[in-house]
């Protein structure tokens, strides 16, 4: 069955703390693997797919990475407004849907 | 953002009632959804169209139905609403072939079930 855990469930960091979100998965045959930013009270908003491994995407102060059994969101000198929930999906080629994870709230201090 | 609006934006509602909820796109994307996200389990798929007339179930679909007449729009009922099913309600739409391609979120709909 295919799974995604994502960790850690809430992580705090000073403005500028680069750090990184980890998305572990286990997946029959990866079509893709999503990250998604979810502000308080919206709907999820795109940011990557990534397709097989090594692969690497980047936005602003993000960088979406890709292992066989991994993905990692880093954030390098993140900002307020960089607060949020992230969450990661994939899709595996043995079902037919996308699967969530259940999201890391990032929070940001100035 | 992607042209996709869902009604109503928030519903109260007793058990044992009907409840539609509507998802309005005007991006002309073959395949559309509807998830609900609830506390500890994320988003999980509902019911998915990928055209007209054309729809299949998700991983929780009992307890709802869902049509799709036009591609624009896709609706989402609750034939007899429980108490289990207030949840916030998304909707998202996809170009191409949905599974492989990034998915484009409405702004959801908060629904309570007294």
């Known amino acids: 069955e295919d799974q995604v855990t994502q960790s850690p469930e809430a992580l705090r960091l000073q403005e500028g703390e680069s750090s990184s979100l980890n998305c572990s998965y286990t997946?029959?045959?990866?079509?893709?693997l999503f990250w998604y930013r979810q502000d308080p009270g919206k709907g999820p908003e795109f940011l990557f797919t990534?397709?097989?491994a090594g692969e690497e995407k980047e936005k602003e102060r993000l960088k979406a990475t890709l292992t066989k059994k991994e993905s990692f969101l880093h954030i390098t000198a993140p900002k307020p407004e960089d607060s949020a929930t992230y969450l990661c999906?994939?899709?595996?080629?043995?079902?037919?849907?996308?699967?969530f994870g259940s999201g890391t709230r990032l929070s940001i201090r100035p | 953002d992607a042209g996709i609006t869902q009604s109503p934006r928030h519903k109260v509602t007793e058990t044992g009632t009907p409840v539609t909820l509507r998802c309005h796109q005007t991006?002309?994307?073959?395949?559309m959804y509807w998830y609900r996200q609830d506390p500890g389990h994320g988003l999980r798929l509902i019911h998915y169209?990928?055209?007209?007339?054309?729809?299949d179930k998700g991983e929780v679909s009992d307890g709802y139905s869902v049509s799709r007449s036009k591609t624009e729009d896709f609706l989402l009922t609750l034939e007899s609403a429980t108490s289990s099913q207030t949840s916030v309600y998304f909707c998202?739409?996809?170009?191409?072939?949905?599974?492989?391609?990034?998915?484009?979120f409405g702004p959801g709909t908060r629904l309570t079930v007294l």
């Open positions: 998202a739409i996809s170009p191409g072939q949905g599974l492989n391609n990034e998915q484009f």
């Open positions: 997946v029959s045959g990866l079509r893709g």
């Open positions: 990534l397709y097989s």
């Open positions: 999906a994939l899709s595996g080629s043995s079902a037919s849907k996308i699967i």
């Open positions: 991006e002309n994307h073959r395949y």
């Open positions: 169209s990928y055209g007209v007339k054309d729809t």
